[in-house]
């Protein structure tokens, strides 16, 4: 995962997408279809209450290259901002 | 003649790495045991990854049209399942509907699809289905038996495939 400089409030997301109550592969594989939809640099917003998401989504973000700019951990549910990168 | 190993060098243009490669063996026909390497192939093809399962003897049934929605959790010697009974009683009649009665519940009260849902969503992000050609022949199932856009293959075959994978993993 690249941790961008930007702050993550600079950021408005181009979509966004919820995964509440959805345990892995779920959000993994809706995230995925979610940022197909995006071009290269734009930014999906995604909330998770999965807690392996926490580790999935940062990972998914990794073999992808894409970016997560934001893994907010807020307790019952998880917050994540994720730039779509050009290889996928 | 295909080649079912081929898998595209990374292109030096744009200097992107390959992509990855899961392949896997499902082995085992029951209802439990038919999740996981659906969710994995599901997972690494939603990574970005290529995915290709082997479906070899009892893990056909995962493949075959009239058996895939009818797949069952066993009351016998699971210890670790959806009902836990001495096999003494697993054996009963009734025992593997219940425990797999059990096992639907609790995938559908954590809102997890079935085991069809996850054939049509590794199939959508594009995961490989290879059908074991030996157990086809071992166990009198015919190409029409399958669901669609399987690969019909033997082990030189998946062996080929899986020589250029990065994660090889027998379920």
Not at chain 1, 41 to 70: F, N, S
Not at chain 2, 116 to 121: G, P
Request: aromatic content about 6%; hydrophobic content about 40%.
């Amino acid at each position: 995962m690249t941790q961008s400089p930007t702050a993550p409030t600079e950021i408005t997301p181009s979509d966004s997408l919820d995964c509440s109550g959805l345990l892995c592969p779920l959000p993994v594989y809706k995230t995925a279809l979610a940022l197909g939809k995006l071009e290269p640099g734009q930014v999906l917003e995604l909330v998770t209450t999965d807690p392996g998401a926490l580790e999935d989504i940062p990972a998914m973000a990794r073999q992808r290259g894409d970016t997560v700019h934001a893994a907010e951990d807020r307790g019952t549910s998880q917050r994540f901002l994720i730039e779509k990168g050009t290889r996928t | 003649m295909t080649n079912v190993g081929h898998r595209p060098a990374a292109d030096p243009a744009t200097e992107e790495p390959r992509r990855r490669r899961l392949a896997l063996v499902a082995s085992k026909g029951t209802l439990d045991q038919a999740y996981p390497p659906l969710i994995l192939a599901s997972t690494a093809v939603s990574l970005g990854w290529e995915a290709g399962i082997f479906f070899t003897f009892y893990g056909l049934d995962i493949l075959h049209q009239d058996r895939f929605r009818k797949l069952k959790v066993a009351s016998l010697a699971n210890p670790a399942g959806p009902i836990r009974l001495p096999n003494l009683l697993g054996a009963v009649p009734g025992a593997t509907a219940a425990a797999t009665k059990v096992m639907k519940k609790w995938m559908n009260d954590a809102r997890m699809p079935e085991v069809s849902e996850f054939i049509d969503m590794s199939r959508q992000l594009g995961v490989r289905f290879f059908a074991c050609s030996t157990t086809m022949g071992v166990m009198g199932i015919a190409e029409s038996d399958l669901i669609e856009g399987c690969d019909i293959a033997g082990a030189a075959a998946f062996l080929d495939y899986a020589a250029e994978a990065d994660v090889q993993l027998f379920v």
